[in-house]
């Protein structure tokens, strides 16, 4: 218990320190990527898949929780969700079917409508796996995004299109910590008394 809530503890601390309060930072040393890059490119930013970080990060806060019932877990798994769902310097939701601005073009083999009209777009409530300072696809390449520049800022480095692998991939290894946090929020959140719809929130 003590190291569920000194963990989550270190998320709330992150976003505290960020704008758009989310519960992963990047501070570790320049990586490269010899297996999709040139090997001399020295990345400084965001990992493949942070999205994944960030939803993963709110199952230990979501746990500290339920261990202690502090509120300011509960606001910091919100928060992340927030920064999901399109509070972030994109104005973009990560999750297919949610926001006015959304993921529609995973990078999917089925989910391939974006290149193949016989082909279904995917389904709501599907994580994209999100910004990557690797940058490591031809596709986002092509848009000018240039891997290893120091002055790319993490969380715009991100394109919505099915070829778009680096930033926009989706897996089960990220989309199922998206049901349990779903999941977590419908338990604790409060609902609405469908007999007494005035008279505020009842626990559901």
């Not at 746990?63 to 877990?73: F, G, M, Q, S, V």
């Not at 193949?116 to 994209?128: E, N, Q, R, W, Y």
């Not at 609405?192 to 719809?197: I, M, R, S, T």
Request: charged share 20%; with cysteine.
């Amino acid at each position: 218990e003590a190291a569920i809530t000194e963990a989550a503890d270190a998320y709330v601390d992150m976003e505290e320190q960020q704008g758009y309060g989310i519960p992963y930072i990047y501070d570790g040393d320049p990586y490269n990527d010899p297996n999709n890059l040139d090997p001399s490119i020295m990345i400084k930013g965001y990992e493949w898949g942070s999205n994944s970080m960030v939803i993963n990060n709110c199952i230990v806060m979501a746990y500290a929780y339920d261990l202690t019932k502090d509120i300011k877990y509960m606001n910091g798994v919100t928060t992340a969700m927030d920064y999901l769902l399109g509070v972030n310097p994109l104005s973009f939701s990560f999750i297919t079917g949610y926001g006015t601005y959304k993921e529609q073009n995973p990078h999917h083999r089925y989910w391939s409508y974006e290149l193949d009209k016989t082909l279904p777009m995917a389904p709501d409530g599907v994580l994209s796996g999100g910004p990557n300072a690797g940058l490591q696809d031809p596709y986002v390449r092509a848009l000018g995004f240039v891997p290893g520049n120091t002055d790319n800022p993490s969380q715009r480095c991100f394109v919505d299109s099915i070829e778009a692998w680096s930033t926009n991939e989706v897996t089960i290894n990220w989309n199922s910590p998206l049901a349990w946090i779903a999941s977590f929020l419908q338990d604790e959140a409060p609902v609405a008394d469908p007999e007494n719809p005035t008279e505020g929130p009842t626990q559901g």
